[in-house]
């Protein structure tokens, strides 16, 4: 939508988000999934930085994930206050600018929605080709080193290290 057909009216703000977006859709995809092959993609198969790139992963994904989550639940806090203002509306409590505002923020906040839930749509699809698995949260992965492993790695460690004092 150009400038010198932008009106500064909630349905045509409206328009003109849902517009960018979906302008912008595919060159997101595209840069999420440059991003992901050049700082993550590069490691998956060496096994010695493996598991580095799925950590950075992990850190990549949770944030936009949080954020997905954080637009969810504002969406479901105005949806809340649609429902209660109407509610209790008996058509005198509420005003024509209250439910135009309402509507306003509901339609935005579902955009916005719709744009994060793309991102994290498309990093699970990412994690998926490059790792060859389906993404699993951290908090219900296994541990990536087990306690035994760590422990026996210690004193192995450690044994070295007091040998070499002692010769």
């Known amino acids: ?3 010198e057909t932008y009106r500064d009216d909630p349905d045509s703000r409206i328009a003109n988000m849902e517009l960018v977006l979906e302008e912008a859709e595919s060159v997101m995809i595209e840069g999420i999934n440059s991003m992901i092959d050049g700082t993550i993609g590069a490691y998956v198969d060496c096994k010695d930085w493996s598991k580095i790139a799925e950590w950075n992963f992990d850190s990549i994904y949770g944030a936009f994930y949080r954020h997905n ?3 969810k639940m504002s969406l479901d806090k105005t949806r ?3 429902l209660e203002a109407t509610r209790e509306d008996t058509k005198t409590e509420i005003s024509l600018n209250k439910l135009s505002s309402l509507k306003f923020i509901t339609e935005a906040q579902t ?3 719709r ?3 793309l991102i994290v749509d498309t990093l699970e699809k990412k994690y998926k080709e490059i790792f060859r698995k389906s993404y699993v949260p951290v908090s219900n992965r296994k541990s990536v080193t087990d306690k035994n492993d760590v422990k026996s790695a210690e004193i192995s460690f450690k044994k070295s290290e007091l040998l070499k004092l002692v010769k």
């Open 1 to 3: 939508m150009s400038a």
């Open 69 to 71: 989550d954080m637009c």
């Open 111 to 113: 955009l916005n929605v």
């Open 115 to 117: 744009r994060s839930q």
């Open 80 to 82: 809340d206050k649609v």
